[in-house]
């Protein structure tokens, strides 16, 4: 089971489902859309990234990373997106998001194993195709981050995207190889089976879904994917994407 250790007494006494979550976070979307397929009530603690919310000394003693979301259920405390999904299911298995055969659901895993290795290329392309356009980082925001941030490698994302030099370029450039190669991978998937999932709509599509959805809304280009392109019409226009991800108000 993925439960993180947290040093939060606070965190520790919560009781019922709470999560700690963006709106416009792909990975908060993520959760929030799991919930939604799952029908669970659940409290939130909605921290504004834009406002820093998530640095607190209080929220880093939850989830020192200061990243979301952060799951907690009766006290026990999931970190990781991609991991809570898997966590969910374990605690909620009604209805099910996971094939019943085990050869498909290893399939399965390792399309959801994909979308969190290309989390990172995701981010990078968000801030430098959306991100940019929008934010006036100076070198006071890093010295910022690096103060409040216990996260090295966020101090040093915003340090090369402030520089906005070869760095940044290298990790811009590499981002992009690695998204293109795995959307390929996915249609290829999507020639074989109705969803990501398999027969059946599951926690792979949850998964990426909400990635796709962020690429979509960046106009990144999916002409050389048309199954892919298919399957996120299926995907997006659920009535939980709508409610968790489209419509979602805190």
């Known amino acids: 089971m993925p439960i993180f250790n947290s040093k939060s007494t606070m965190a520790k006494s919560l009781k019922g489902l709470h999560l700690f979550h963006y709106t416009f976070s792909n990975c908060s979307q993520r959760v929030r859309l799991a919930l939604a397929e799952k029908g669970l009530s659940w409290a939130s603690h909605h921290l504004d990234l834009s406002k820093n919310e998530h640095i607190t000394t209080e929220y880093q003693a939850i989830n020192p990373k200061g990243v979301v979301p952060t799951l907690v259920y009766d006290g026990e405390v999931v970190v990781e997106s991609n991991d809570i999904l898997y966590y969910l299911e374990e605690k909620f298995p009604q209805p099910s998001l996971i094939p019943d055969d085990d050869a498909k659901r290893t399939a399965m895993e390792a399309i959801i194993h ?50 906005n030099s070869e760095a940044w370029s290298l ?52 002409d050389q994917c048309p199954n892919l392109a298919s399957w996120f019409d299926r995907a997006s226009t659920r009535k939980a994407f709508q409610e968790a991800v489209v419509l979602y108000q805190p």
Do not use: C, P
Request: glycine residues 2%; negative net charge; aromatic residues 14%.
């Open 171 to 222: 990790r811009v450039s590499a981002a992009v190889t690695e998204v293109d190669a795995v959307l390929t991978r996915l249609d290829k998937v999507l020639t074989q089976s109705h969803w990501l999932s398999g027969d059946e709509y599951g926690l792979a599509d949850i998964s990426w879904v909400v990635n796709i959805y962020r690429m979509n809304s960046m106009a990144y280009a999916f």
């Open 114 to 163: 994909f979308s969190g290795t290309a989390q990172t290329s995701i981010k990078v392309i968000t801030f430098d195709r959306f991100f940019r356009k929008i934010i006036t980082s100076s070198e006071e925001d890093v010295r910022f981050f690096e103060r409040y941030r216990n996260n090295q490698e966020v101090v040093q994302f915003m340090q090369d995207f402030h520089e």
